[in-house]
């Protein structure tokens, strides 16, 4: 009889206890995600290092404490403009027509971006993509449309980081580019397909070589000559090199794209 009160006992105790662990997880949950939301805004400047600390813990955490990574990860997003020398910069009149049609948006905030940060950026969310979007649909199908909704020039970065992933794994990594493609136009729709068409009137047919490399970004694309060109080089002209110059083609830095597309461009400039 003692026992079975005992037994009883026990499992009202631990009856309570899981209440009380679901009730504690969702106000800490709810606390924790107000306060990275708030520091986000507050001190933009530990953007980056709150990225590298969040993503860094992803594959040793548990699937319950992802999720809630993945959420606190959120915010920070938020102050990301990603860089890339090869895709122009946006002009003024740009940001102001989109700050106009983003909700909620009565001012443009100045963005944290470099060239390094945004190879690991795109790098980390992505290879969370391929492991763990399975898993984690929603949350990392809101980081995506968040990464891509905040700056004007971030949609265009990230097709043409895909478009090269894509192009040096195509058998592994082309079905989780299409995922994030589909995560795009959910949330952008119209920009998107105006991105997309642009990439697909301005493709060039070009000598490329890519090269994979042991460092971030992992991977080094040089663009040759053109294999047809609607002109032919004069004579003493010399050929055009990825920067636009004539001469000997330029030096490759790891993880940038040489192309002639935007040869005009100032590969040293960035948005």
């Known amino acids: 009889m003692n026992i079975a009160k005992l037994l009883a006992g026990l499992k009202t105790s631990e009856k309570g206890r899981g209440t009380l ?17 708030q520091l986000s805004q507050l001190h933009p400047e530990l953007t980056m290092p709150m990225f590298s600390e969040i993503t860094a813990r992803f594959q040793t955490a548990r699937t319950e404490v ?5 959420q606190y990860l959120l915010p920070w997003l938020v102050n990301i403009e990603l860089v890339d020398p090869n895709v122009p910069p946006a002009n003024p009149l740009s940001y102001i027509q989109y700050y106009a049609t983003e909700a909620g948006r009565t001012s443009r905030r100045e963005g944290l971006g470099s060239v390094e940060a945004t190879e690991m950026v795109l790098n980390n969310l992505f ?6 979007s399975d898993n984690h649909p929603k949350e ?10 905040c700056w004007s020039n971030n949609l265009k970065v990230i097709i043409r980081y895909l478009i090269i992933v894509s192009g040096m794994a ?3 990594l082309l079905p989780y580019a299409k995922r994030v ?3 795009l136009a959910r949330s952008r729709p119209e920009r998107l397909l105006d991105e997309m068409m642009t990439e697909l009137q301005t493709v060039e047919t070009l000598n490329c070589l890519i090269e994979r490399t042991e ?21 003493g002209t010399g050929s055009q090199d990825a920067t636009g110059r004539t001469g ?9 794209i040489h192309t002639k597309r935007h040869s005009g461009e100032d590969p040293t400039k960035t948005s």
């Not at 990392?140 to 909704?149: K, V």
């Open 181 to 183: 493609v589909l995560y």
């Open 21 to 37: 662990d679901v009730l504690l997880c969702t106000t800490y949950c709810r606390s924790q995600l107000y306060l990275s939301r």
């Open 248 to 256: 000997e083609l330029a030096p490759v830095e790891k993880g940038t």
């Open 127 to 132: 290879y969370i993509t391929v492991k763990f």
């Open 140 to 149: 990392i199908e809101e980081l995506w449309s968040t990464l891509c909704a």
């Open 215 to 235: 460092t971030p970004p992992f991977y080094r694309l040089t663009s040759m000559r053109k294999a047809t060109s609607g002109h032919s080089d004069g004579p």
């Open 170 to 172: 195509p058998n592994e």
């Open 66 to 70: 992802r999720q809630l990574l993945l």
